[in-house]
């Protein structure tokens, strides 16, 4: 630490003004921007104009509101004591286990897919982990990925795509593949259908694409475990003593890594159906 601290103060980030650099990169926004745009169906731009022309209408109405005048300090003796019942419905649907817990005034609606990943061999489970991590990032079969990330924000406030295990109480687990979102509750339909789109119907053939995608990610790895050592030995710490955590540490830490630090191979043309490979539960 000690060392890397005065690694850090030895460091001087020097800054050169290149003239027009402003200008030029304005104009590759603007290429790219129109690029986009050409891109997209004519429906959705309208509808991109309709929400950016409310979001404008709200930050108007909210800019000078002094927020701090609207937080209230509270500490452990004044916290409001406050107990809600939900009631929770369990109903099956084409075939599929559903549960749902609404809450009364909320307008949002909080969604989680699962698919059992428990047949997964255990050879692929590092090709699995990545293919899990892929979706969002790439194209699909309606969308351009810049297109696609543009209708993820604005319909599911960023969908999260990823692989873990569910701890069970008697110290056992379960591996799924867990699809998480929130929509508006006038919105759920756009906000699944941009969902089972990107969850069924991503393109895989990009294979520069997928090469950057897997270094972002073992980088992304290596500085995590850089900065915050403590993670790691709880993560061995968690292994030591059950099943999840060694099933967790096997799938997303060095070996993961080392993983991806390898020649991907170049996917298969087409189209990625989990449904052979996942049944919902």
Known sequence: MKKRLI???????????????????????EKQLAGMKAAMRQEKIAA??????????????NEKVNRIDVVKAVDSRNLP???????VRETAQDGMRMITSPVEGSNLVCCKLKFDAGTIPFALLHDY?????LPGAMDTENYGRAE?????????YGASFSAS??????GGYHPYLDVSWTSPADQIGEGYEIIEGTLLRTDFSDYDLIRKTVGQRSMSSKMMMELFPNMMIESFA??????????DLYTSGFAFI????????SPAKGYFHPRPYAKAF
């Open 7 to 29: 690694a850090l103060l030895l460091t001087l980030a020097v800054t050169v003004s290149v003239p027009g650099l402003a200008e030029r990169q304005n104009a590759g926004l």
């Open 48 to 61: 991109l104009v309709v929400r950016t022309a409310d979001f404008q209408t709200w930050t108007e109405e």
């Open 81 to 87: 004591e406050e107990v809600v019942d939900h009631t």
């Open 129 to 133: 982990m990545l293919l899990a991590g």
């Open 148 to 156: 696609l990330q543009t209708e993820l924000a604005t319909l599911t």
């Open 165 to 170: 295990a569910v701890r069970y109480e008697t």
């Open 238 to 247: 968690d292994a030591a003593l059950t099943e999840a955590g060694r099933y």
């Open 258 to 265: 080392a993983c991806l630090e390898r020649e991907p191979s």
